[in-house]
């Protein structure tokens, strides 16, 4: 019986496998070691290593020493992410005398032959290579050479390690490396051999010569094996796994003479491919020539019969093949899509059952299964229906399997979807619960960034990660990763299909970041791109003459950005911003919401001293002395032309260097605008700061600038005061006020609108007291 399905005492798991139930202490902080190591491998350069300049391989520091569980920690992290372990990563461990290295697990990774010789010399106790495509025959040699400490031994679809064109027809006269064995590792007690289904018989003949002390034999995928009679010397033999083997009917003797196997896997995936002609004859004679047998998987193949039951010493079996079992049960019982529905049946002599009929079975299936990608996919579609339905009793274990098979399974693509896909449910409804607590926030949103990290140009791997996190606080939830999760935002938003759903539910994600983050955020989207993305989108747009919901957003986003962000509006202007903003007036002069976030944007860019001069054109300034006009989106419109004037008329008359339109006849025209507007309109802006309000409310020289100032700060304090007069009082505009009402040139209409801001923070600030 394998270790991982052992039971777990957690209360809230009931039967279920050991490790699934991860969530009982969620709300623990991360632990301390877990960020250092986060944070090592993100920054080898700055904390441990130093990097050759022509090589651009890494070695430790000098005089730095490693221990064995800080360096098998640092590869384990390194593994676990999305970068992959490299030739240059693993060149930290060549020297064993300042590291030190036992068991070594790489998945996916892009080491070569000369590295796993450096992995090797440590004389490793467990080595494990799963995917790793450039590794060659030359590793046999490394294996052997240094391979005598070693207990355990994985390789999964390495195939230029074993090529077909050599091992399907073994001659070992001829391979330089062997000698009567393909590798010599005499102390071996584990050893997989998964994936090299071109190979012929004789080849495991001469592999398993060499392997006398083995314990656990594991050759999935592995095609023909022949008959199996030679391993007969294999009497130690506890674990035997022959998942998705070819012709097994052929090698049923020679498994029943492993006497000491506790726990046999003889299951399929592939249709047609587990078919015995005489199924309960072959499932019994099994069962009763090996006496230890506690764990067994025949899921996939007929070997549970029809259903037909029958009874031994009063005890029903509703798996024929079984009855021998009835007063012994297995520990576990593998009956994920048999024939006949053997999982739905109701007398089956196990304690843990992997099938399809309920929850728990489901849940046991992934565990079992969790390495096994073309099960697993399975596995995962049917607890996607569990949660799109909300049939989900153990949350917290449903949800760990998800975590963890999208962790172990970042580059298979329909894993990734159909894990995307369940996390969208769990977080919209029935894993509310859980997903409250920060920490599992962090796991289920890394595990969306990773997957659309590795499949950024899948539309539904998108759509589904982009979907999931929008039902999450944003920004809150996101700003620990917020770099990455803005780079695939961005990417939505350039590298996908043009109107594409992904494309917009990307952006509307991007602007509502750039709306709610502070200012150094806003400074990292605009490094990152922001802006020139967004004009790559309205150049689009222009292009096509379309003005939608995507061209509205990009205008929308570049406001928000640009809040109190003067980098990110000189970054808008060199894009030549301008132009941009005069073509979409051009070709779009009657879209409101448009309209009202171009000149959302031009008001940030105008509250920048340095860059007013950017504005200070002719056929700018006619442009906003005409919206002044506007009666688009309420106000709106007109009242950002006039913010935008003012700042640029609160630099003095000298600055104003065009002729037409005159300054006076602007200032004048915006005053009559103010005087029309509704001091009790309501507003669709969000102030976060009135400083550059509050500074153009000293501007004595020109009282057209202290107009729209003081009407700004009545308006918003009249109509939302709980959110605004104490943000005048905290950034100390009464006093500004009370000496412009004091000072003898502001006309009597700019002081009563400034005695109007005061009087509404005098009833706000007495209701607070009252309250």
């Known amino acids: 019986m394998p270790e991982k399905m052992l039971q777990n005492k957690c209360s809230h798991s009931k039967a279920l496998p050991a490790g699934v139930c991860s969530f009982c202490n969620s709300s623990a902080p991360d632990k301390l070691l877990d960020i250092c190591f986060d944070f090592i491998n993100k920054h080898l350069l700055e904390t441990i290593c130093y990097e050759d300049r022509l090589t651009g391989k890494l070695s430790l520091n000098p005089g730095l020493t490693l221990p064995l569980e800080i360096c098998e920690r640092l590869l384990s992290v390194r593994t676990n992410s999305c970068t992959s372990v490299h030739s240059h990563f693993v060149n930290i461990f060549r020297d064993t005398n300042s590291t030190r290295l036992k068991r070594v697990r790489l998945r996916k990774s892009k080491i070569q032959d000369s590295d796993l010789e450096i992995l090797l010399k440590h004389r ?17 040699k490394y294996i052997t050479k240094y391979g005598a400490s070693l207990l355990s031994l994985t390789i999964e679809d390495c195939p230029k390690i074993f090529p077909s064109n050599i091992y399907s027809k073994l001659d070992l006269s001829n391979d330089p490396f062997c000698n009567n064995y393909i590798f010599l590792t005499p102390n071996l007690k584990r050893f997989a051999m998964r994936g090299f289904s071109q190979i012929q018989p004789k080849f495991y003949m001469t592999l398993l010569t060499m392997v006398p002390r083995i314990t656990h034999l594991d050759l999935s995928s592995c095609g023909d094996l022949g008959s199996f009679n030679y391993t007969d010397h294999l009497i130690h033999l506890t674990s035997l796994v022959l998942y998705n083997v070819d012709n097994l009917e052929l090698l049923v003797d020679a498994i029943c003479e492993l006497k000491n196997l506790r726990h046999l896997d003889v299951s399929q995936s592939r249709d047609d491919h587990g078919i015995y002609e005489k199924p309960s004859k072959v499932l019994r004679t099994l069962v009763q020539s090996l006496p230890k047998l506690t764990s067994l998987d025949i899921s996939g193949t007929n070997l549970a019969g029809r259903g037909v039951a029958e009874t031994t010493n009063g005890h029903v079996s509703d798996i024929p093949g079984l009855s021998s079992r009835v007063n012994n049960p297995l520990q576990y019982l593998g009956l994920y899509e048999t024939s006949h529905d053997a999982c739905l049946r109701h007398d089956i002599p196990a304690k843990l059952i992997a099938g399809n009929a309920n929850e728990e079975q489901i849940l046991v299936a992934a565990v079992a299964y969790l390495d096994r990608t073309d099960m697993l996919q399975k596995v995962m579609n049917e607890l996607f229906h569990m949660f799109r339905f909300e049939n989900v009793v153990h949350v917290g274990q449903a949800l760990n399997i998800v975590l963890e098979a999208m962790g172990r399974h970042l580059d298979e693509r329909h894993i990734q979807i159909s894990g995307s896909a369940t996390l969208f449910y769990v977080v919209k409804g029935t894993g509310r619960e859980l997903h409250d607590d920060m920490k599992v926030k962090r796991r289920i949103i890394t595990a969306l960034l990773n997957g659309m990290t590795v499949h950024k140009n899948d539309d539904t791997m998108m759509r589904n990660g982009c979907l999931t996190l929008c039902q999450f606080k944003i920004p809150m939830d996101v700003l620990f990763d917020y770099e990455r999760l803005v ?93 941009f903003f005069l073509s979409c007036l051009e070709k779009f002069p009657d879209k409101e919401e448009l309209l009202r976030n171009m000149m959302g944007l031009l008001g940030n860019v105008a509250e920048v001293t340095e860059l007013r001069h950017y504005l200070i054109r002719p056929e700018y300034l006619s442009v906003f002395s ?42 004048s025209k915006m005053i009559e605008a103010i005087e029309r507007w509704d001091l009790n309109s309501p507003r669709n802006i969000n102030y976060r700061s009135f400083e550059p309000i509050l500074y153009l409310v000293t501007v004595s020289h020109t009282p057209a600038c202290q107009h729209w100032a003081v009407w700004a700060l009545a308006n918003l304090t009249t109509v939302y005061a709980d959110k605004y007069c104490a943000l005048v009082e905290k950034e100390g505009g009464l006093p500004l006020l009370e000496e412009l009402i004091q000072h003898p040139s502001p006309p009597q209409r700019v002081k009563d609108l400034a005695a109007i801001v005061i009087d509404n923070c005098r009833k706000f600030h007495e209701a607070s007291l009252d309250g």
């Open 626 to 667: 005409r919206l002044l006009d506007s009666t688009s989106d309420g106000i709106e419109v007109s009242y950002n032309a006039a913010g935008v004037i003012s700042h640029i008329a609160s630099d003095g008359e000298e600055v104003w260097t065009v002729t037409d339109p005159p300054r006076n006849y602007v200032l």
């Open 124 to 140: 490793l106790v467990e080595l494990e290579i799963c995917r790793a495509s450039d590794l060659t025959r030359n590793c046999i």
């Open 487 to 579: 780079n695939i935002l961005l990417h939505s938003v350039h590298g996908m299909a043009q109107e594409s759903f992904v494309q917009r539910i990307g952006i509307y994600l991007l602007n509502s970041l750039a709306c709610q983050v502070d200012g150094f955020q806003k400074v990292k989207l605009g490094e990152l791109g922001a802006i020139d993305k967004m004009m790559w989108l309205i150049t689009e747009r222009l292009g096509r003459n379309i003005c939608d919901d995507v061209l509205e957003v990009a205008w929308s986003t570049m406001w928000n950005v640009t809040d109190e962000t003067p980098l990110n509006c000189l970054k808008f202007l060199e894009n030549k911003g301008m132009e």
